[in-house]
């Protein structure tokens, strides 16, 4: 009986002391932990996760310079002008103009955002904007020190206005009408301009001979006093200078911002034998063939030899023009301009039968260029095969106090037989053409004892104008 007392007690007592050992070593398991010095358990720390502020400012800019290494955006403020640069981080949300997620460093001097940061100039959204303008390819325009006319519209330049070219910016008075631009606007005014193609400048030495002479480079025409210079568009050219007993022409390339000098006395002597030709065609997409051959003419001056060269400019869905281009001069402009063909719907004759070319003056009509002995008021025939419309070169855009295009025409197709009178001119009975007045103006139709109006509104797009009126 005892002996079993004493199992008791020796298994409790072992029980104990198992319990004991577990508690001892949970404890110093949590001392070890806590590290060495006064016991004190050591914080782990937490990676902050990072939050966008809230957006104190949105504005209007262009992107001028991205520093990926800093992590900064300078940009140009184009609503108040100056220059504002933002830090930006992994929370920054940069979007395209349709909202797709972009980065830093794609992007490029001259893009425009609307950009929103808060008063740390911490950015927290930019997006590409959708609230501008644009007109890209811009060569016909003229430019003040505070406005920009382009298409007979114009916009002003203010103090906030961005000019750059290859990623730098200029002077805004260092754009010239000369230039190609792209252009960005808001409403009437002009947030940067970005010239793509800049100017240089020539200067003529040793003129003694060539006083009174005509200077010709590209579409530009000079009388030549002095030793002038003249401002050019970079890029290559032949400037011909052309008096009564001589003539000279040198083929030259000019760089932006720099003045290339010629000497006439080098160039005088030589009889020019080959001439530098421009074609202009309308469709711009239209195939050009010269003596046969298929030729690529878009924006270059082509070399031709001195004489007589077959030309064809054809398009799917236009008439072909066919035409013989003498080559007289060191340089020529020809402008072709092709007219849509007439489905059966639209009846026989009722517009010209070829595009109409121009190197300086009108078409002769007989497939001849530039020979200048068509003058406004005549009736041209395309290139022989005639044409119903009759046409009326009648300066009413000048007289009447229109402006107009007279590179392009206007045909009042129908009513037939009808007398179409602008301000009281008449200019002859439908089927007529006449120059493309520009603008909103009234057309009267008078056919017996029937008088109709009709007010129309024609854009200055580069193309010809056909109308069909109603008299019922």
Known sequence: MKSEKRVLLLLAASAAVIILVTVLTLFSGKALSAGPGNGKATVKPTVPVPTRKAAEHSVLAMVKEVDTEEGTITLYHLEEGGEITLTYGTAADIRSKYGNLSYAASLAFGDIFRVEYDTDKQLVRMQESSE?????????????????????TNYK?????????????????EVKSIDRVNLYGLGSEILSIC???????????????????????????????GEPSYLIREGKHTV????????????????????????????GGAPAETAEVRFHISPFSARLRIDGKLTDYYEKDLTLTYGEHEIEAELGGYVTYKGILPVSKPYHTIKISLTERKTPEDGDGSGPEDGEPDDGTEGTGDGQIGT????????????????????????????????YDKDHSTFILVPEG???LI?????????????????TYTITLRKQENEKKYTVTVEDDGEDVYWKFPME
Do not use: M
Request: with cysteine.
């Open 423 to 439: 301000d009281g001119i008449s200019l002859g009975t439908a089927p007529v053409e006449f120059e493309k007045i520009l603008g």
């Open 372 to 403: 200048g002995d068509t003058e406004p008021g005549q009736t041209g025939t395309g290139d022989g095969e005639g044409s119903s419309a009759e046409r009326r070169y009648v300066a009413i855009g000048e007289a009447a106090g229109y402006t």
């Open 240 to 267: 011909s200078v052309a008096g009564e007993d001589k003539k000279a022409a040198a083929q030259i390339t000019v760089a932006r911002n720099e003045q290339l000098v010629i000497d006439l006395y080098e160039y």
């Open 418 to 420: 009808a007398v179409v």
């Open 157 to 173: 330049i203010t103090e906030n206005t961005v000019a750059y070219c290859e990623g730098k910016k200029i002077e805004k008075g």
């Open 195 to 225: 010239v793509t193609k800049g100017h240089g400048s020539i200067k003529l030495v040793n003129c003694g001979e060539f006083q009174g002479a005509e200077v010709t480079f590209g579409d530009e025409h000079y009388v030549l006093e």
């Open 132 to 152: 501008h303008w644009e007109l890209h390819g811009v060569e016909e325009f003229s430019i003040t020190e505070s406005v920009l006319t382009v298409n007979n």
